[in-house]
């Protein structure tokens, strides 16, 4: 039986917290093996993490799996991503049922391949009632097309027609892609790899946002990296410009 990771008393953990698991490609390079399989192992680490985040009582997870960017890589290597996807989706809506998770996909839905749209609406349709835990599927997103595409939602709606009205943040907020949820806002970002970017992760949504970079690629990532960077955050004072 595998022990599990617990935190000090009076930790403060984080309501959101957001992913960019980077490094899978270069962490199979270094050690010689095909960068399919630094994805493969990265995915399996992913599902290790989301528990993790369950059992340190973290209430929202954002993982980003996709970016829009990525469409650029091999075709073989995004066809390879999508059929991890698949996989990912089958295995984790098993957990997200037992454990009261509600799936939410971010990002674009007109490019993803139609049976894999389809086992995306399907998790966020059996899980929509779902309340302790939400997990944030980041699949062909980016922040820049998210900002993008609120605008567009929000241009098409009729009182943005009536020129005295003005727009609110409350109101842009609606059209963002984690509308309605409780935290939508990351409380702690973390980055592996050593790459010290977000690169537009979330980016209305982490004005505030605590970041914490990982030297260590993901596919080395343990539930111990985790609550590193958790402790590291307790520590912090959040002001919020006060």
């Not at 389809?118 to 922040?143: P, R, S």
């Not at 946002?209 to 959040?238: C, G, M, N």
Request: hydrophobic residues 30%; aromatic residues 12%.
């Amino acid at each position: 039986m595998i022990k599990k990771i617990s935190l000090p008393a009076g930790t403060r953990v984080p309501n959101h917290l957001a992913i960019i698991p980077d490094g899978n490609r270069r962490w199979a390079r270094e050690k010689g093996l095909p960068t399919f399989e630094g994805h493969r192992r990265g995915f399996k680490v992913g599902i290790k993490i989301a528990r993790t985040c369950r059992d340190f009582g973290i209430h929202t997870l954002s993982f980003w799996a996709f970016s829009t960017e990525n469409w650029k890589r091999a075709k073989k290597e995004v066809s390879y991503l999508m059929k991890l996807y698949h996989q990912f989706l089958d295995q984790y809506l098993k957990e997200a049922q037992k454990d009261d998770v509600r799936i939410i996909h971010l990002g674009r839905k007109d490019r993803i391949e139609k049976s894999l749209l389809k086992k995306i609406k399907k998790a966020e349709n059996e899980t929509k009632n779902n309340k302790k835990h939400i997990f944030n599927l980041a699949l062909d997103y980016g922040g820049r097309d998210e900002v993008l595409r609120a605008v567009n939602k929000l241009r098409s709606k009729s009182e943005i027609r009536n020129p005295k009205s003005e727009t609110t943040e409350e109101d842009f907020k609606k059209y963002l892609d984690t509308a309605g949820q409780p935290y939508p806002c990351p409380d702690l970002m973390i980055r592996s790899s050593g790459e010290m970017r977000t690169s537009g992760f979330l980016l209305w949504q982490s004005a505030y946002t605590e970041f914490y970079f990982e030297k260590d690629y993901f596919p080395d990532f343990t539930p111990e990296h985790i609550k590193k960077a958790v402790l590291s955050y307790s520590e912090r004072q959040r002001r919020f410009g006060r």
